[in-house]
């Protein structure tokens, strides 16, 4: 049992999950990277996310430890995001990720491409036996 701010979970790969899990966390650590981002600009780089779910993708991860948010105060008002250490050490998980879901779409892709053609040879061979019967 691993108990992690007020929370108890069962394994690591539990807790890890709730705190990167979901479709926007691992991307936005991802694309902050070792860079500060301001809001506006982590809304241009992910334009699926909408702005409620950005901000509350952001919140938990603040929360979480893995992002710092940092506020000037200037008019306008002017917002940062950018990875704490622990978020930074996740950074090479998140790599590996990346190189794996590039080399499964690969693979993946290369399949299809594979079956396609063997589907198409299958229709080729089959309209020969049909003109040949129709020939005999």
């Known amino acids: 049992m691993i108990k992690f701010k007020n929370n108890e979970y069962q394994c690591s790969m539990e807790l ?3 705190l990167i899990g979901g479709k926007w966390k691992a991307l936005i ?3 902050l990277g070792d860079i500060t981002l ?8 992910l334009p699926k996310v909408t702005a409620k779910m950005l901000t509350q993708q952001l919140r938990e991860l ?4 893995l992002v710092k948010r940092f506020i000037y105060t200037e008019i306008p008002p002017k917002v940062e995001y950018s ?7 996740l950074l090479p998980i998140l790599d590996t990720m ?5 080399s499964y779409a690969d693979e993946y892709n290369e399949c299809e491409q ?4 063997e589907q198409n040879e299958q229709n080729e061979q089959e309209k020969n ?3 040949i019967k129709g020939i005999e």
């Open 29 to 31: 650590l991802w694309h």
């Open 114 to 117: 594979n079956e396609q053609n």
């Open 98 to 102: 990346c190189k794996w879901g590039q």
């Open 62 to 65: 603040e929360v979480s430890g």
């Open 83 to 89: 990875l704490t250490q622990a978020g930074k050490s």
């Open 38 to 45: 301001r809001y506006s600009e982590l809304r241009r780089i």
């Open 16 to 18: 890890t999950l709730d």
């Open 129 to 131: 036996r049909i003109l």
